[in-house]
């Protein structure tokens, strides 16, 4: 069985299925999105304009029986950053698309009725466009009404913020319990909002399974990759026990937790937001601690969040997230940061862009740092209801600051920081200069080296080894991205050979290739170069590979740091 | 000497989270994780006064060291 490409194209309101052509074959997840992007999208094209496309495509190993493989790769132009995009993210969409042979959706053209809106509905050997009434309805309804006697349906979906075509706006993915996993940065929510498209549903057809081609090697290399991921102190316990949330007083000790707009690497609050006291509440209030993002996630770092009297408040409630709404915005009250983080999943708007744009607001006085009540309304009014001071933070960062005059505003290639501080870890500036996504963490996580002694340590407040180790990881990201792997195995695959082993095994053993270890790194090599090469179609060179003016003039306390890099040490990130 | 000890996650249970303890000179990172009964493998994260303590083995009187298991998340 072939898998398929299906596509829509919204100026004819037609959908067909079409073969894979041959150069797409062996890709999947971001290597497939970005290849879309950059052979069939004008680098040129208003991100929001017809000539702009929105692809979404499962991982190389979506869908199988292997160990956190089930993310969801979308991709376009970005109307953040003007350049590619890859956002990846759970929930239960990938594994359905590749056990329906679906390698790729791709919604291209804008409808002409400015006033007719639409979803597509697929599943194995269909797809249609057709018209709904959901559109003006938050994320949670719109999941809720398509899930309606379908309840085991893929959603994918936009709310408010990306009907308004909001820069940060975010496509959600319903995970296994009806909630709601983010494709959060760049704003491709704006680009599905462009297109009128509220929703792609997904509909599984019994017997749907993804074909592999040695089923016992495969088995095999799975269980193998699984013990691997359990073994390791953080896969195997780590992030289950305490979640991503642990970083803010790892990033608090270490001086390099961004507070108030990129003022401090040191927040006062920490303890009130930290992993260990949101550990302590979700017990006490009968949440749960630990908490998988698909089927099959084995590390399983994410959590559901009551309230004090014990209902649901929030669930996916991250470090990025609570360092955005919190630390950044100067904000220690971690029952408003869940409310907020709820809203803004219904909403659809990414929650790292939103809370660097309230901090730049902050900095500019529109409203106070640790103004807990004004970051709810701003949230809860403004951008809901599209106010212009809402349309402004829906902007992202770099507008927010351009409209209020502020200098501090930490963009790269228009999008915002995430929760380190470039002059205290330096390694992580070195992947917000260079990566092709603009500010992005996870597209070469360097803090693993710098910050938590896995992979080896590099000194975080030392320029050697950072240039190095974050072209390493960008390039083996750039291959996780492709095989449809939670970054979060990362740990297990940086400090022990036997899982990238597996890894190569399951990707031969699915395919019946007899790729090598350096194919699979050399695969990342060139996605990241081939989105690197549409970024300079689209206008880009390297003075787009730096990070913002203050960094270098104002120190970070409590370190008192600088960044220091040269433009010259910077660009040669890109030799290989 | 003095030296403030600040414990993360399940390092926590059973001590402390933050206390100052009076200790004799010369005493290293190594001293302390003994003396809190800490196996070094599982001390994922040392920082002495926010650096990671391979910059700073022994400690000096006043020095702040906080200790995490192994973590991680991003
Ligand atoms: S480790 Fe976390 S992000 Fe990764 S698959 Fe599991 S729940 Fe999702």
Redesign the pocket.
Known sequence: MNDKIYRADLSTLKAWIEDVPENLNSLGGRGLTSAVVASEVEPLCHPLGKNNKLVFAPGLLSGTTAA?T?RLSAGGKSPLTKGIKESNS?GTSAQLFARAGIKALIIEGLPENKNEYYGIRIRKDSIEIEKTHLWGKGNFETIEALSKGNEKCGVISIGVAGEMKMAAANISVKDPQGKIRSLGRGGLGAVMGSKHIKYVVVEPSENDQVHVEDPVKFKEAAKKFAKALMAHPVSGEG?PTYGTNILTNVLHEAGGLPTRNFSSGNFEGHDKISGETMHDLIEERGGKVK????AG?V????QVYNDKDGNYLTSGFEYETIWATGANCGISDLDSLAYADNLMDDIGIDTIETGAAVAVAMEAGVLEFGDSKGFVKIVEQDIKNGTPLGRIIGAGAEVTGKVFGVTRVPVVKGQALPAYDPRAVKGIGITYATSPMGADHTAGYSVTSNILSVGGFIDPLKKEGQIELSRNLQIATASLDTAGL?I?TAFAILDNAEAMEAIVDMLNAKSGSSITGDDVMSLGASVLKMEREFNKRAGFNEKDDRLPEFFSLEKCPPHNVIWDFTDEEIDSFWNF | MKIRVKLFAQFRKNRFKEKEIEVSEDTSVSDILKLLEIDEKEAGIIFVNGRHFENKPVLENGDQVSIFPVVGGG
Not at chain 1, 291 to 294: E, I, N, P
Not at chain 1, 299 to 302: G, L, T
Request: with cysteine; net charge neutral.
């Open positions: 956190n089930g759970g992030l908490h998988g993002c698909h996630c590390i399983q770092c994410s939670c979060f």
